[in-house]
């Protein structure tokens, strides 16, 4: 269990790297968003949190709401806090398996197990796999 002030500290990384990630989606494309944000140059988050609760974390703070960002920043910004966290953790995008149409999800695994953010794989097929 987080104190509070735990829970508020990480909400307020899950902002800022949420802020960062939303700006840098309209500038770069997503091959290079994703190799910018597996180099955290040897930075190291202070506190290291599990992979389901830097998950829970992202999906809580950053669902306002009715309102939510599309599963790919959800992905993206726990990308994100893994790696900060030296985790060897990769994005994943795929369709279902019966797609119909061009309805892509992202989520993030780590040593090759689904960690979210809800719902995670959610049943699709991996298309693509960025490091």
């Not at 994703?34 to 955290?40: C, G, I, Y």
């Not at 992202?106 to 794989?121: I, K, M, Q, S």
Request: net charge positive; glycine share 8%.
């Amino acid at each position: 269990m987080l104190s509070l002030t735990e829970k508020a500290r990480l909400a307020v990384r899950v902002w800022v790297r949420f802020g960062l990630v939303t700006v840098d989606l309209r500038r770069k494309a997503l091959p290079a968003l994703v190799e910018d944000l597996a180099d955290t140059g040897g930075w190291r988050a202070p506190a290291p949190y599990s992979p389901a609760t830097l998950s829970n974390a992202v999906h809580r703070s950053l669902h306002l709401g009715s309102r939510r960002p599309r599963c790919l920043v959800n992905a993206l910004v726990l990308f994100r806090l893994l790696r900060e966290q030296g985790e060897p953790a990769e994005l994943l995008i795929g369709l279902p398996p019966d797609a119909a149409s061009q309805e892509a999800h992202a989520w993030v695994e780590l040593h090759g197990r689904d960690v979210g953010p809800p719902p995670g794989r959610y049943g699709h097929e991996e298309m693509a796999r960025l490091p």
